[in-house]
Structure formats: C-alpha cells, structure tokens
C-alpha cells in the first residue's frame, strides 16, 4: 500500500460504485472504459483489497467496498467544497446531476436552465430523467447531487427536501367525450378506458390505486403510453381518459384540443427538490436551489388561466 488515497481514482470508484457498470461509469465520466478499469484496479492495488466482485456481465461491492464507499463520498463532497471555496465570490462553477421528471423538466422548469446556460455558464448541469423512488435511491446513493420529486409525501428518509409548490391534477379526454357536462363518481372512471403514463410515476400509481379501492380491490387496466406528451397526444385522438399534472395540459385546455372531466382526486401532490441528508451542498448547488425557489414562486404567483369543466 502506498499510503495515499488519490481524488481522481476515489471519483472513478464511487462512479462505479453508484452505476454498479464499468461502462455505464466510463460514459458518465468520458473515459474510455479501460481507463476506468485501469483507475479500479489502481485502487485495489493501492488498498490492497478488492473493491467489487466480478460476475461476468455484473459487478457489485465487496464488503471492503461497501466500506469504503461512504468515506469516499465524504472525501469527494469535501473536495467540491474546497474548490467552490477557492473560486472568486460571483463565479459560481462546478458539476451539478440533477435528477429530472418530464412534468417539471418540459413544463416548468425551461426558464431555470436557460438562466444557468446564461448567467452562470461555468455551472454544469448533467440531467437524469427517473421517477419516485429510482430518484429517492440515487440521491441516498449520492448519484445525483440534487433530485426533483413529485410525491404526495414531502418527508423521505435519508433526504432533505424543499417543498416548491402544490402540483394540481386535471382528469382531461377529448373535446365530446360522454363523461363531460356532469360531476363524476370515482366508481364510474373504472368502466372508462384509461391512459397513463409509466408505472412508478406518482400521480399515475396514486390514481390506480384509487381507482381500484373504488373497484373493490379488483385491478383496474390502463393502456400505457411511456411520456406525457404521448399521453396528452392519445387523450386528444380520443382514445381515453387520463390524469396528469394541470402544468402539463394547461395548453392543450387553453386551446381546446383537451377538456377538462368533473372528478378531483382523493389525494395531493408537491412538487419538491431533494438532496441527500447530511450533505454540505456547493455553493453552486446552493444557487441552484435558491433559483428553483425563486421561480417556482413567481410561477405559483402567476398560475395560468383557469380552464372550465367542459367547453
């Protein structure tokens, strides 16, 4: 053993570590992925241990790795902090994973990545599109530097969070649907044919479950459409109903291309940014949280005009 623990080789095993694939970890980094390989190995040597067992096309940490890890992400946080605070006052910089989900990244969240493309040109941001609990778990495994949520919960164990703003939910179909002109019960949408997005997405899972207390506990079946925009696109040829987050379909009602059904749902969603507990964040992650703030306020200031029931 050397005695020493070098930044470089510590960054490329918690990247392994995080995305349990050498490859995945090389393109994350832009390394060529025998680089990867390489710096691992380096480490190992170094420690004078193994790190990860190798299971053909899998690999997963060693208890020696499982060790290590934490002291690593402390380590490289400690780092960022101490580069951050080297860096002239008014020149925010640094490497920011942000975890993403359609509903804000395409429809509310445009205005914040224009600012940081702008105004702080030396902060980049790597975005990562999952949901609900893949977000939650690579926050707590620190793959992602900060992490926006859209849950009915606003407390996850191992996370700090700030709560942005309330997210409404609007149960639309194409303009002459029969369910459009009255008050619906929940029972009703049962019979429906229903549109959704993927599964592990909040509103969707919630409103399943809803549905299927409503059904006695009998499965209710969705036909699923992938992304929002898909969705949307579905429910405006007429081919069902579905429910999504009132930002994403405030357009489509303004023009008339969707309207919106009589039924509120049970339940509650916020919009929320994350980070993992404990965490001291950058200066620059700091401001990003800040700027999220900021215009999620001004936006929840200035909602858009509310649309009617039926045309």
């Known amino acids: 053993m050397s005695g020493t623990l070098e930044l470089r080789l510590l960054a490329t095993f918690e990247k392994v570590a995080t995305r349990l694939s050498f490859t995945r970890a090389a393109a994350d ?28 096309n899998r690999i997963r940490l060693t208890a020696a790795g499982e060790r290590l890890l934490p002291y690593a992400r402390r380590l490289l946080d400690l780092a960022d902090e101490a580069r951050a605070a080297a860096v002239a006052p008014g020149e925010p910089s640094g490497h920011l994973t942000v975890g993403t989900i359609e ?21 980049r941001l790597s975005l990562r599109t999952t949901i609900g609990d893949e977000t939650i778990d690579a926050l707590r495994r620190g793959g992602y530097d900060l992490g926006f949520l859209m849950e009915a919960g606003t407390e996850h164990a191992g996370l700090e969070t700030a709560v942005l703003l309330p997210e409404p939910l609007a149960l639309v179909a194409a303009p002459g649907n029969p369910l459009a002109g009255r008050p619906l019960a929940t029972a009703e949408l049962c019979r429906a044919t229903l549109l959704a997005v993927e599964s592990g997405c909040a509103f969707r899972d919630r409103f399943e479950a809803e549905l ?36 994403t379909v405030a357009d489509a009602l303004a023009a008339g291309t969707l309207q919106r059904l009589d039924w509120r749902p049970s339940f509650t969603l916020h919009s929320q940014l994350a980070w993992r507990a404990g965490k001291q964040l950058t200066p620059a992650a700091r401001l990003f949280v800040e700027r999220t703030r900021q215009l999620l306020r001004e936006q929840r200031a200035s909602p858009p005009p509310a649309s009617a029931t039926s045309p």
């Open 29 to 56: 980094l832009a390394y060529a992925q025998s680089t990867v390989t390489a710096q691992v190995r380096a480490l190992e040597q170094d420690l004078g241990v193994e790190l990860f067992d190798r299971l053909g």
């Open 103 to 123: 509903s804000l990244t395409s429809y509310r969240l445009p205005p914040l990545f224009e600012l940081f493309h702008h105004r702080y040109p030396k902060v």
């Open 212 to 247: 299927t207390a409503a059904a006695g506990g009998e499965p209710v079946s969705f036909r699923e459409f992938g992304t929002v925009e898909a969705t949307k696109r579905a429910a405006a040829t007429g081919l069902g109903i579905t429910l999504l987050p009132e930002v």
